[in-house]
C-alpha cells in the first residue's frame, strides 16, 4: 500500500536549520510529483514546496523562497526539505503529500491524495 514517512522534525533555534525526510514505498516514485505542507495551529494547511516527477521544477511559497530547498532521491525514494534560517513562524506540523494524476504541480491540498502521518517542527529559543 501507498505510505509516505516524515522525519526530521523537531526543536530548533531561531535561525537554525532542519532537514525533513519523506520516505516513500508502495508505488512508482518517479511517476509521482511530491510536495510538503504545513500547518500551525489555528490555521489551515498551507502548501510550502512540491517538486515534479523528474525534479526539473519546484515551487515555493513566498514566505520559505530562499530559505528552503526540495529535493529527491530515486535511489532512496525519499523526498527531501532543507530548511534554513528557520524563524516562529515556521513553527507547524509539516507533512508530505504525493500529487494525483493529472494534478500538474500544485500546492492544493485538494490535488493531494495520499498524505504521511506528519513531523512536528517548533522554532524557539
Known amino acids: 500500500q501507498v505510505q509516505l514517512v516524515e522525519s526530521g522534525g523537531g526543536l530548533v533555534q531561531p535561525g537554525g536549520s532542519l532537514r525533513l525526510s519523506c520516505a516513500a514505498s508502495?508505488?512508482?516514485?518517479?511517476?509521482?510529483?511530491i510536495a510538503w505542507f504545513r500547518q500551525a495551529p489555528g490555521k489551515e494547511r498551507e502548501g510550502v514546496s512540491c517538486i515534479s516527477r523528474d525534479s526539473s521544477r519546484t515551487n515555493y511559497a513566498d514566505s520559505v523562497k530562499g530559505r528552503f530547498t526540495i529535493s529527491r532521491d530515486y535511489g532512496k525514494n525519499t523526498v527531501y526539505l532543507q530548511m534554513n534560517s528557520l524563524n516562529a513562524e515556521d513553527t507547524a506540523v509539516y507533512y508530505c503529500?504525493?500529487?494525483?494524476?493529472?494534478?500538474?504541480?500544485?500546492?492544493?491540498?485538494?490535488?493531494?491524495?495520499?498524505w504521511g502521518q506528519g513531523t512536528q517542527v517548533t522554532v524557539s529559543s
Open positions: 508502495g508505488f512508482t516514485f518517479d511517476v509521482y510529483a
Open positions: 503529500a504525493r500529487v494525483k494524476l493529472g494534478r500538474g504541480l500544485t500546492m492544493r491540498p485538494s490535488d493531494y491524495d495520499y
